[in-house]
T-cell receptor, first 114, second 117 residues
Framework: NAGVTQTPKFQVLKTGQSMTLQCAQDMNHEYMSWYRQDPGMGLRLIHYSVGAGITDQGEVPNGYNVSRSTTEDFPLRLLSAAPSQTSVYFC?????????????FGDGTRLSIL | AQTVTQSQPEMSVQEAETVTLSCTYDTSESDYYLFWYKQPPSRQMILVIRQEAYKQQNATENRFSVNFQKAAKSFSLKISDSQLGDAAMYFCAYRSNPSGTASKLTFGTGTRLQVTL
């Protein structure tokens, strides 16, 4: 059982480039989310999804797009990368939207924007 | 908006000793959940323990226990018999329980725990 898989693990981009961070889970989880982790700031929610076809904004959504065409996949798109988006990105999933459900995290993607 | 504060950026404990990590939060809600996550150098976020706000009894998981003080909005983590493998960043997190909608996790800024011989 792979759990939550994020690809790539590391990426370097130039300012203005676009890219997609991939997230896939094989646990048939309904709820998926993306966080960014910056030094001294903890994790902050970017976008989340409560099921296929349903997404919503989190705390810091600007500069990012998401879609959820299947239950398994929840990609995060950077349309025009900026140095302020240099961060470690985590994808997480849980069985349902209920807050007592533990969230399972991927191993993270370290993204550097030059 | 809810906020979570971890006032100890770093803590150190000797192996086999006990250490307590502090967490306070601010909310106007009465129904919510609190979590402690561990992030070792491997970067993966691992759930350590969780507490439902409606439960008065403090949660325990083996060597990990919490001191949940709802009125004081305090949620500290106690690690007993500390082991070298406990060395990690520890994050306190809050999640509300709104009816009919999803809720987000709000994280504190973390406490880095060192375990010494």
């Amino acid at each position: 059982n792979a759990g939550v898989t994020q690809t790539p693990k590391f990426q370097v981009l130039k300012t203005g480039q676009s890219m997609t961070l991939q997230c896939a889970q094989d646990m048939n989880h309904e709820y998926m989310s993306w966080y960014r982790q910056d030094p001294g700031m903890g994790l902050r929610l970017i976008h989340y999804s409560v099921g296929a076809g349903i997404t919503d904004q989190g705390e810091v959504p600007n500069g990012y797009n998401v879609s959820r065409s299947t239950t398994e996949d929840f990609p995060l798109r950077l349309l025009s990368a900026a140095p302020s988006q240099t961060s470690v990105y985590f994808c997480a999933s849980s069985y349902s939207r209920h807050p007592n459900q533990p969230q399972h995290f991927g191993d993270g993607t370290r993204l550097s924007i030059l | 908006a809810q906020t979570v504060t971890q006032s100890q950026p770093e803590m150190s404990v000797q192996e086999a000793e006990t250490v307590t990590l502090s967490c306070t939060y601010d909310t106007s809600e009465s129904d919510y959940y609190l979590f402690w996550y561990k992030q070792p150098p491997s970067r993966q976020m691992i759930l350590v323990i969780r507490q439902e706000a409606y439960k008065q009894q403090n949660a325990t998981e083996n060597r990990f226990s919490v001191n949940f003080q709802k009125a004081a909005k305090s949620f500290s983590l106690k690690i007993s018999d500390s082991q070298l493998g406990d060395a990690a960043m520890y994050f306190c997190a809050y999640r509300s329980n709104p009816s009919g909608t999803a809720s987000k996790l709000t994280f504190g800024t973390g406490t880095r725990l060192q375990v010494t011989l």
